[in-house]
């Protein structure tokens, strides 16, 4: 039987992984025979990233069109694969930037929920990582403080307290903008969607992770914001295609599928996250 490894906690996919929920609804939407295992472990992947999937015959897949065709046994149509590629990208970032980049969510959800996932130092690591990836590849980076200004903020209480009030609101007026650029991008993201594919509640493999984006970026701490604008925008969408996903969501397991828990083997280790490093420091 073949199995996909997986980003999950309590046996079910968890929302720092989109592409592991859309592919945890493949399966039971299509009921898929195979075995989910949430290893939580991106090194057992030559791309150091989840899903994975691994054939009976040991077969590879790393890709999330890929891992779909060998789940369906079938090629993705052109268009298909398009959509799935369109969605990856584009609703991808989307997600980065509300997983990474949105405060509230980073520090209440992200953050926390990788300490359940990976043990120390790795949950503590893998999220900052993650994170100035993110912000590079937004193209945003903090501005640093003057030299000058720093020296007299050190003998200086009035200018230090001035300074900290300065930062709080240069924060909220940098979050308030990042949240307006989101909201353009969404709506960027969506309007092409839906003048291709509509908002009717077909559960291909393009719409299971155009959906599953949308679905973590509505359930983080921050989501209701997230869920006002498509409910204000885009309410065919909310209750057709989304409202077919949070269904499955809260379904029941297939009974084609089985989820066991990792071999030691596949859990994530320190020791064998030094080992990993030394070998590939060595072998440079």
Not at 89 to 111: F, H, I, M, P, V
Not at 179 to 189: F, I
Not at 191 to 208: D, F, K, M, N, S
């Amino acid at each position: 039987m073949a199995t996909i490894h997986l980003w999950g906690v309590d046996g079910a996919p968890a929302l720092i992984s989109p592409e592991s929920i859309a592919l945890f609804w493949l399966v039971n939407t299509c009921e898929v025979e195979c075995t989910v295992v949430f290893s939580n472990n991106a090194h057992l992947s030559p791309r150091e990233e989840l899903p994975l999937y691994v054939g009976e015959d040991g077969s590879a897949a790393y890709e999330y069109p890929e891992i779909v065709e060998q789940l369906l046994g079938r090629e993705l149509g052109l268009e298909e694969r398009s959509l799935v590629c369109w969605a990856a990208e584009r609703c991808g970032a989307l997600s980065d930037y509300q997983l990474y980049l949105n405060r509230k969510n980073y520090e209440q959800y992200t953050r926390r929920v990788f300490s359940q996932l990976l043990p120390w130092p790795l949950w503590y690591n893998t999220p900052v990582q993650r994170r100035e990836r993110a912000r590079a590849q937004r193209g945003g980076t903090p501005a640093p403080a003057h030299d000058a200004e720093k020296e007299l903020a050190q003998h200086s209480k009035t200018l230090q307290a001035t300074r900290e009030l300065r930062e709080r609101g240069e924060k909220a007026l940098a979050d308030a903008a990042a949240e307006m650029e989101y909201a353009a991008a969404l709506d960027r993201a969506l309007q092409p969607w839906i003048a291709v594919r509509g908002a009717a509640a077909t559960l291909g493999p393009a719409e299971l992770l155009f959906a599953a984006h949308l679905y973590v970026q509505q359930q983080l701490p921050d989501g209701a914001r997230v869920t006002a604008h498509l409910r204000a925008h885009y309410p065919a969408l909310c209750d057709g295609l989304l409202r077919a996903c949070e269904l499955h969501a809260c379904a029941p397991r297939a009974a084609a599928v089985a989820v066991r828990a990792p071999t030691a083997a596949e859990t994530p280790s320190v020791p064998r996250e030094l080992y990993r490093y030394v070998t590939s420091y060595w072998t440079i």
